[in-house]
């Protein structure tokens, strides 16, 4: 097999490809693309579980427990316990976060506009929708 065959290799390509694009981008606003995943999660839903968002993410427990104390200390989230569960947690940004997500998913946006360009507009949206139904979303 080709690697112009291999649907691994051509994901991986491109997704090493973004996310070095997406880290760059993401200095200027003193993160990195380790908290892009849990900041665009919570952007979408905040005061969801840590549990709840390790799954959306895709992480481990352990490493979102890692990105969560990281996010905390640059005072992105805050975590409240659950009344009825000790051992759970909910997630909610801070108002510093909030105010950063605009300019930030703009960039994100800016991204995928650079790398979709090349396609027509057909071919992005179908591009899309496969990307969605092999992940199924």
């Given at each position: 097999m080709?690697?112009?065959?291999?649907?691994?290799?051509?994901?991986?390509?491109?997704?090493?490809?973004?996310?070095?694009?997406?880290?760059?981008?993401?200095?200027?606003?003193d993160?990195?693309?380790?908290?892009?995943?849990?900041?665009?999660?919570?952007?979408?839903?905040?005061g969801?579980?840590?549990?709840?968002?390790?799954?959306?993410?895709?992480?481990?427990?352990?490493?979102?427990?890692?990105?969560?104390?990281?996010?905390?200390n640059?005072?992105?989230?805050?975590?409240?316990?659950?009344?009825?569960?000790?051992?759970?947690?909910?997630?909610?940004?801070?108002?510093?976060?909030?105010?950063?997500?605009?300019?930030?998913?703009?960039?994100?946006?800016?991204i995928?506009?650079?790398?979709?360009?090349?396609?027509?507009?057909?071919?992005?949206?179908?591009?899309?929708?496969?990307?969605?139904?092999?992940n199924?979303?």
């Open positions: 080709d690697r112009s065959e291999s649907l691994g290799y051509l994901v991986s390509h491109l997704n090493v490809s973004l996310q070095n694009e997406l880290n760059e981008r993401l200095r200027r606003y993160l990195d693309i380790k908290v892009w995943p849990v900041l665009f999660t919570l952007w979408q839903e905040e969801i579980t840590q549990t709840e968002l390790s799954k959306r993410c895709d992480v481990a427990s352990y490493t979102m427990t890692r990105l969560l104390d990281q996010m905390q640059q005072g992105l989230i805050t975590r409240f316990q659950e009344l009825d569960n000790r051992r759970a947690f909910k997630i909610f940004l801070t108002d510093a976060a909030k105010a950063m997500e605009q300019d930030v998913v703009c960039e994100a946006e800016r995928n506009d650079k790398f979709l360009q090349l396609l027509s507009e057909y071919e992005q949206r179908l591009f899309m929708r496969l990307l969605n139904k092999i199924r979303l």
